[in-house]
């Protein structure tokens, strides 16, 4: 069975930087993609970035230039935030996909404030 498990969140000031990370425990074997989510105070949930056991990589729009998804092995990827915005306030999640499977972690906690 499948688990995601996310860590690496918490608070910090505009401007600043923070790598979330996310680890996965189970049979992975096959075409997959590990993606970050967030989820704003009051909004619906919505693609960060993604990035496919090939290694292609997307970002939504709002990200682009600031975050960095990678992957350190096919269990560990990670998401370097830079130049962080009170917009991206939210909690974070991450997401383990492939044909048949789908697998949330619990989400971590993110909060951009002065």
């Known amino acids: 069975q499948v688990q995601v498990v996310e860590s690496g969140g918490g608070l910090v000031q505009p401007g600043g930087s923070l790598r979330l990370s996310c680890v996965v425990s189970?049979?992975?074997?096959?075409?997959?993609?590990m993606a970050w989510y967030r989820q704003a105070p009051g909004k619906q949930r919505e693609l960060i970035a993604d990035?496919?056991?090939?290694?292609?990589e997307i970002y939504t729009d709002s990200v682009k230039g600031r975050f960095t998804i990678s992957r350190d092995n096919a269990r560990n990827v990670n998401l370097q935030m830079n130049s962080l915005k009170p917009e991206d306030t939210g909690v974070y999640y991450c997401?383990?996909?492939?044909?048949?499977?789908?697998?949330w972690g619990k989400g971590i906690l993110v909060t951009v404030s002065s």
């Open positions: 189970g049979s992975i074997s096959g075409f997959y993609t």
């Open positions: 997401n383990f996909a492939r044909l048949g499977t789908n697998v």
């Open positions: 990035i496919s056991s090939g290694g292609s």
